[in-house]
């Protein structure tokens, strides 16, 4: 079956980086497009943006832009969301989540999520 | 960027309750909306895709409706695990937006 499997929790002094991953399984990497939405404490989702696990083809949301990058490697189907120059307002959880292409797109499987704390 | 407006932000139903949830969009965006269920501490969970299409597995009292800009779902007869977080998204183009949410309470 689809799964979507993040790595662990993580702590972080401000101005340090983040990476966190997403394992996919159970069906062909290339052919879907990943995408990276985080929440923070008590807040609702917020797209981060998005990359085609086919070409590499990114979008990031202009509020991280500078600061984010999504990656992916095709051997091993994992992708990667990168964060840097962490602040407190960046404690959050993050999620991937596969998005189907038809007419329209939606998400339809999503991961775990990973907890980011950003402290000193 | 397309700002996606949903209310309300919270309400309070009963078991067996109709629950009705709106999104409106700033802009047509067709029917490149879905809908998704949060329960506390756990990842979101598709209910609707495409404005009005059940996700599969997805109890038949979650329907979704609307076209253009106005999106409603509706929850008939509420249950006990459906006391949860609610978020409509927008797929017409990026960035994409989520609604604030709603939480439905008891």
């Known amino acids: 079956q689809v799964q979507l499997v993040q790595s662990g929790s993580e702590v972080k002094k401000p101005g340090a980086s983040v990476k966190v991953s997403c394992q996919a399984s159970?069906?062909?990497?290339?052919?879907?497009?990943i995408h990276w939405v985080c929440q923070a404490p008590g807040q609702g989702l917020e797209w981060m943006g998005w990359?085609?696990?086919?070409?590499?083809?990114?979008k990031y949301s202009q509020k991280f832009q500078g600061r984010v990058t999504i990656t992916r490697d095709t051997s091993a189907n994992i992708t990667y969301l990168e964060l840097s120059s962490l602040r407190s307002e960046d404690t959050a959880v993050y999620y991937c989540?596969?998005?189907?292409?038809?007419?329209?797109?939606?998400?339809?499987?999503w991961g775990q999520g990973t907890l980011v704390t950003v402290s000193s | 960027d397309i700002q996606m407006t949903q209310s309300p932000s919270s309400l309070s139903a009963s078991v067996g309750d109709r629950v009705t949830i709106t999104c409106r969009a700033s802009?047509?965006?067709?029917?490149?909306l879905s809908w998704y269920q949060q329960r506390p501490g756990k990842a979101p969970n598709l209910l609707i895709y495409?404005?009005?299409n059940l996700e599969s597995g997805v109890p038949s009292r979650f329907s979704g409706s609307g076209s253009g800009t106005d999106f409603t779902l509706t929850i008939d007869s509420q249950q006990p695990e459906d006391f949860a977080a609610y978020y409509c998204?927008?797929?017409?183009?990026?960035?994409?937006?989520f609604g604030q949410g709603t939480k439905v309470e008891i």
């Open positions: 998204l927008q797929s017409y183009t990026s960035p994409r937006t």
């Open positions: 989540a596969r998005e189907v292409h038809r007419v329209t797109t939606w998400y339809d499987k």
């Open positions: 495409a404005a009005s």
């Open positions: 990359i085609n696990a086919g070409n590499g083809n990114t």
């Open positions: 802009q047509n965006i067709s029917t490149s």
């Open positions: 159970g069906y062909t990497f290339s052919t879907y497009t």
